[in-house]
Nanobody, 115 residues
Framework: QVQLVESGGGLVQPGGSLRLSCAAS????????MGWYRQAPGKERELVAR???????NYADSVKGRFTISRDGAKNTVDLQMNSLKPEDTAVYYC?????????WGQGTQVTVSS
């Protein structure tokens, strides 16, 4: 069983920045991959950014060049730095880890981009 706790969400104006953090209860190097997903009202959950065990990353087209995913093995965290935020980035953001046996999700953190 892996527990994930997200933090860093909030209200920000368009063009602003936020940094989300996901703390895992186990070593992140035990995971096949870690990622951030988001779900806006009335829409399906979508991949935002993902980092695999080898450090390879991939991003949704809508966030490329604005968001950066990173991990810290000492803290067992995966972070999402979000810059140049847009109103369409408003959503609940979820952390996910992929293990050999199961996938685990965090509880989500709200990000609202509005003036």
């Amino acid at each position: 069983q892996v527990q994930l706790v997200e933090s860093g969400g909030g209200l920000v104006q368009p063009g602003g920045s936020l940094r989300l953090s996901c703390a895992a209860s186990a070593s992140i190097f035990a995971f096949n991959a870690m990622g951030w997903y988001r779900q806006a009202p009335g829409k399906e959950r979508e991949l935002v950014a993902r980092i695999d065990a080898g450090g390879g990353t991939n991003y949704a087209d809508s966030v490329k060049g604005r968001f950066t995913i990173s991990r810290d093995g000492a803290k067992n965290t995966v972070d999402l730095q979000m810059n140049s935020l847009k109103p369409e980035d408003t959503a609940v953001y979820y952390c996910k880890v992929v293990t050999v046996l199961l996938d685990y999700w965090g509880q989500g953190t709200q990000v609202t981009v509005s003036s």
